[in-house]
Structures are given as structure tokens and as C-alpha cells.
């Protein structure tokens, strides 16, 4: 399978500061997704957006969209010491309807208290 | 939110033995379940997909002989992982598919631990 790239690898800030991570991907897809995953835990799912959107807010969580440059970035603003975790963008790809997603190979965010 | 559950969350056995983990949708029907495997500090791969009644369907380098996967019913899909060796240690991670109208999701279970000593 093709999985993105995410970059940083991995990024350690200061409690109140932004992070900032970002995705890229290879194929058409219907939309892009975001996931936090807590050291050995499962996923939980941040926020979507769809391939015909290009910027997309939740609480202090705001992800772009390009689809031309195919990337995304994920901006956590005023981060917390509990944003720690590592992060990931999935992508549905467009063509057929499986459903599958593709992972990006993640961003590890450590927030300093 | 939907929930899906695995079991067991955490499991050690022997080298050569068959270990199963069961993937169940809770309060929804899921045709299709996803399992992915995740090593330590990287990425979920995608393994193969879930759907029920059929046969699944395994990503390229996955040997459907050594990881079986049975979709018996709509709530219900199980891996097991046969014969296995300790490069199977894992966290293995499953997904149901939830298609409502327009809408389309997958909901993750929590991981099952897998060590192989």
C-alpha cells in the first residue's frame, strides 16, 4: 500500500505554543482524515474533510486542504501537555468504493508542561 | 459515537500456537471491518479487508494462509493469527465501516497487544 508522508517526524513544543503538522498523499481521494493515537492506544478520530473543501475547524484544531499540491496540515493552537500523542492523516481513496484507508506515517507531538 | 470493541486488548503466547482476536461493531451492522497492523513507533498498515459472508480481501505481502479472517456476522470479524512467531508482535488494530445515506466512516477498536515469545 502507498502510505503518505507526514512531516515533522516528530515535534516537542512548549505548553501554549502551536504545532503544526503536515501530510501529503499520492492518489485522488474523497476526502482526508486526522487521528490521534495516545502511546499504545487505539485511534481517535480528530476531524474530516472533503476533497471539495480547503479548510475545515473544530475547537483549537484547524486542517487545510490542497488538493492540487496533495496536502494537508493540522494546526493545533494553545496546545496542552494532554495534546501529547502521535498524529495521523488517513486518506479515502477516490477511485472504487472500498472504503480502505491509507495512513500517513505519522507526526509525534510532545507538549512540555 | 459508534463503538467497536476487540478482544483480548493484550495477549502473550507461545511461539508455533494460533492466537485469535475478535473484532464486534456494538451498536451498528458493519458489512465491511478493516484489520492493520501497527509496529512500534510506526504507521497502521492496512492487512485485509473484512466482508461479511465473502472472503476477505489481503493487502500485497499478506499471507491470507497465516492470518485468517472469517466475517461471520454483521457485528462480528475475527483474525487469527496462525503458527505465529515473534515477528508477529504487534498491535493489531480493526476498523468497521459505517455507511449511512451519504455518510461514510470507519469507527476503530482499541487494539489487541500481541507478543510472541
Known amino acids: 500500500s502507498q502510505q503518505g508522508e507526514e512531516d515533522p517526524q516528530a515535534l516537542s513544543i512548549q505548553e501554549g505554543e502551536n504545532a503544526t503538522m503536515n501530510c501529503s498523499y499520492k492518489?485522488?481521494?474523497?476526502?482526508l482524515q486526522w487521528y490521534r493515537q495516545n502511546s499504545g492506544r487505539g485511534l481517535v478520530h480528530l476531524i474530516l474533510i472533503r476533497s471539495n473543501e480547503r479548510e475545515k475547524h473544530s475547537g483549537r484544531l484547524r486542517v487545510t486542504l490542497d488538493t492540487s499540491k496533495k496536502s494537508s496540515s493540522l494546526l493545533i493552537t494553545a496546545s496542552r501537555a494532554a495534546d501529547t500523542a502521535s498524529y495521523f492523516c488517513?486518506?479515502?481513496?477516490?477511485?472504487?468504493?472500498?472504503?480502505?484507508?491509507?495512513f500517513g506515517q505519522g507526526t509525534t507531538l510532545q507538549v512540555k508542561p | 459515537g459508534a463503538v467497536v470493541s476487540q478482544h483480548p486488548s493484550r495477549v502473550i503466547c507461545k511461539s508455533g500456537t494460533s492466537v485469535k482476536i475478535e473484532c464486534r461493531s456494538l451498536d451498528f451492522q458493519a458489512t465491511t471491518m478493516f484489520w492493520y497492523r501497527q509496529f512500534p513507533k510506526q504507521s497502521l498498515m492496512l492487512m485485509a479487508t473484512?466482508?461479511?459472508?465473502?472472503?476477505?480481501?489481503?493487502e500485497q505481502g499478506v499471507e491470507k494462509d497465516k492470518f485468517l479472517i472469517n466475517h461471520a456476522s454483521l457485528t462480528l470479524s475475527t483474525l487469527t493469527v496462525t503458527s505465529a512467531h515473534p515477528e508477529d508482535s504487534s498491535f493489531y488494530i480493526c476498523?468497521?465501516?459505517?455507511?449511512?445515506?451519504?455518510?461514510?466512516?470507519?469507527?476503530f477498536g482499541p487494539g489487541t497487544r500481541l507478543t510472541v515469545l
Open positions: 473484512s466482508n461479511e459472508g465473502s472472503k476477505a480481501t489481503y
Open positions: 476498523s468497521a465501516r459505517r455507511t449511512s445515506g451519504i455518510t461514510d466512516t470507519q469507527y
Open positions: 488517513a486518506t479515502d481513496a477516490r477511485s472504487g468504493n472500498t472504503g480502505k484507508l491509507i
Open positions: 492518489t485522488s481521494i474523497n476526502n
